[in-house]
């Protein structure tokens, strides 16, 4: 048996749905990888691009091409992420990385584009209907990833609100093509999204009132 074989392979059971290797340990990873972005660690890109490595894996096997892309997105955007926080860090004093709110137009570019993303990519989906059997659902997930790692690596607080729109309709999306973990992995996601976001909003302010007093004397 070769490692994608295994990968696919059944791990177990779980409320009569089937748990496939690849599923399980890529969105345990993921998790990790969201985990290590809330602490603005570095480490979250090589977690995450590690992850979509696995998932594609598991994307292939229940035929999921949607799924498929997402996680080449997920590699692509990780390497260019994890180049922009080590950018980030090396030019902060104490080596952090600062994290803030978008600017508006930043925001109308971030909805923009998942908007005209998301319509581009459901009408590729529904003209070829074997890249997906859920191409709508598909294309905004695909889509809001994208931007919310792009959030992420502009340390955009942003990033928070999107990927807990990604898991509105990640969790049952992931129920319905058979991938029981992920659906389960997203609804933990979920809590952590939350928290993050209270993390980061809170980080965003400390850093605007230092600067406001400058400002001020």
Known sequence: MNAVSWLNSEAFTLLDQKIIWSDMIGNTIGLIALALGWRRSIWTWPAQLLSGVVLVAANVSVQ??????????VIAVAVWGWQQWTRGRQR??????AVRFAT?????????????????VGALFTVFPKLSWSPWADAYIFVGTLVAMIAQARGMVEFWFAWLLVDLVGVPLNFAGGLAFS??????????VLWGMRDWWQRSRASVKPAMEGAAA
């Open 64 to 73: 999921q091409a949607g799924g498929v892309g997402k996680q080449m997105i």
């Open 92 to 97: 902060a004093q104490d080596g952090s990385l």
């Open 104 to 120: 508006w137009r930043e925001r109308g570019y971030l909805a923009g584009g998942a908007l005209f993303g998301t319509l581009a």
């Open 183 to 192: 659906g389960l992995i997203y609804i933990v996601y979920g809590a952590l």
